[in-house]
């Protein structure tokens, strides 16, 4: 779902940047503006949330990209979006019922925004006070562990985003990231999907970032 250091594996100078209110129509195709418009409630969120978002929609082909992404640069956070030239990106929503498609793309921005808001705390791979990593670990396993939880927090900030403002549609986006967490991995985030099985985890008198803060570390001290 992200690629954190993508701006450092991009070339700027081939990036435009828009900011959503502002998008030149003709500018993007009508996949880019279907994305951009799904997680449109999501950018304004987090962006009423103070967080440094920028939208970057790379105009160059970009097979093999993942198809939205987040980087983080020059202290601002970077939602990339690599459609042309990409069959991932036509791809991401197979099997997904047209219905809910939009709402699984906004699901994806959430999490990409989780990671926003790890970043733009200091906090991106940092755990949490009172917690230690277990063992002699080597460089291939620790940064695979840390990926692991950055990972499984992001997916409760999406979660936490949909418990929200669709809550009807809770358990199918559950189910959603679910089939896209494969056993074992950097991307295995299972065990905090689990502790978020029954919606009524997340207190709505919270921000997404603090309801999945509070799984999150449930999750650790039981790994």
Not at 35 to 42: E, S, Y
Not at 111 to 135: K, T, Y
Request: one cysteine or more; hydrophobic letters at 45%.
């Amino acid at each position: 779902m992200t690629v954190s250091a993508m701006l450092k594996l991009l070339p700027l100078l081939s990036l435009v940047l828009f900011s959503v209110p502002a998008m030149a129509a003709s500018s993007l195709n009508p996949l880019e503006m279907r994305w951009l418009k799904a997680a449109a409630p999501v950018v304004n969120y987090a962006r009423e949330q103070g967080l440094p978002l920028d939208i970057v929609v790379q105009p160059q082909d970009a097979p093999g990209s993942v198809p939205l992404a987040l980087g983080f640069d020059g202290g601002r956070c970077k939602l990339v979006l690599s459609m042309r030239g990409n069959a991932q990106a036509e791809t991401a929503l197979q099997g997904v019922p047209s219905a809910s498609q939009d709402l699984m793309i906004a699901t994806m921005a959430a999490h990409e925004i989780g990671h926003c808001q790890r970043h733009a705390q200091g906090d991106w791979h940092a755990l949490p006070r009172g917690f230690v990593e277990r063992g002699a670990i080597d460089g291939d396993v620790r940064e695979q562990g840390q990926t692991r939880r950055e990972e499984g927090y992001a997916d409760l900030v999406a979660l936490a985003w949909v418990h929200a403002r669709h809550i009807d549609d809770y358990q199918d986006v559950l189910a959603w990231l679910g089939s896209l967490r494969q056993a074992g991995g950097s991307h295995d985030t299972r065990a905090w999907l689990a502790l978020a099985g029954d919606s009524a985890v997340f207190d709505t008198a919270q921000t997404p970032f603090r309801q999945a803060e509070l799984l999150w570390r449930q999750g650790l001290e039981g790994r």
